[in-house]
């Protein structure tokens, strides 16, 4: 198993663009979610998905938007590149079990600087 | 407000040598709670998960422990190794136990030494 995987690694966009980051795993979680790490802070949820065609919002979900089309992809879509949105992204996913504690697996990130 | 506070932010020790590193929380209800190592540059790895029936928790040369009383969690490392140098995360899960409701705290940043 892969585990889950984030593409690309590194990423520079200018104010304005547009781009997708994707996020792929291949242990049928049902749980994908987006995190931000920032320095100084801890990671910040952006959105997340506990299955195919669910998404709901995190702790910071503007300029961001989701989609969860198969059970094995999450992307995140940034509309328009501020450098507030630099950071270091990480996708993580999860089974979903009900009452019971679940471990959570994240990708390797995305390093984007917006300039 | 639900809040993980952790201590210290950073620490140095030399190879061999134990430590513990603290996490405090102000979650509730709370579901769970679990320490992750991040390696410089990679995505945090599942150290432990306690639920609040659960006190301690090995896994290795790391044991977490949980007082659910006093909103306390410690990690003990033994017999540090460089390999351990890395930032350590405690994340409290709220109500439900839901992706919605993981609250990180900023994680100590650890240095072992030769």
């Known amino acids: 198993n892969a585990g889950v995987t984030q593409t690309p690694k590194f990423q520079v966009l200018k104010t304005g663009q547009s781009m997708t980051l994707q996020c792929a795993q291949d242990m049928n979680h049902e749980y994908m979610s987006w995190y931000r790490q920032d320095p100084g802070m801890g990671l910040r949820l952006i959105h997340y998905s506990v299955g195919a065609g669910i998404t709901d919002q995190g702790e910071v979900p503007n300029g961001y938007n989701v989609s969860r089309s198969t059970t094995e992809d999450f992307p995140l879509r940034l509309l328009s590149a501020a450098p507030s949105q630099t950071s270091v992204y990480f996708c993580a996913s999860s089974y979903f079990a009900s009452g019971r504690a679940y471990e959570q697996y994240f990708g390797p990130g995305t390093r984007l600087t917006v300039t | 407000k639900n809040q993980v506070e952790q201590s210290p932010q950073s620490l140095i020790i030399l190879e061999g040598k134990n430590c513990t590193l603290q996490?405090?929380?102000?979650?509730?209800?709370?579901?769970?709670l679990r320490w992750y190592k991040q390696d410089t540059g990679r995505g945090p790895v599942s150290l432990t998960i306690?639920?609040?029936?659960?006190n301690t928790k090995s896994n290795g040369r790391y044991t977490a422990t949980l007082d659910a009383d006093t909103k306390q969690s410690s990690l003990h490392i033994t017999a540090s190794q460089l390999s351990d140098s890395a930032s350590y995360i405690c994340?409290?899960?709220?109500?439900?136990?839901?992706?919605?409701?993981?609250?990180f705290g900023k994680g100590t940043k650890l240095s072992v030494k030769p």
């Open positions: 306690m639920t609040f029936s659960e």
């Open positions: 994340v409290v899960s709220g109500y439900g136990g839901s992706q919605g409701n993981l609250i």
């Open positions: 996490c405090n929380y102000t979650v509730s209800p709370f579901s769970n």
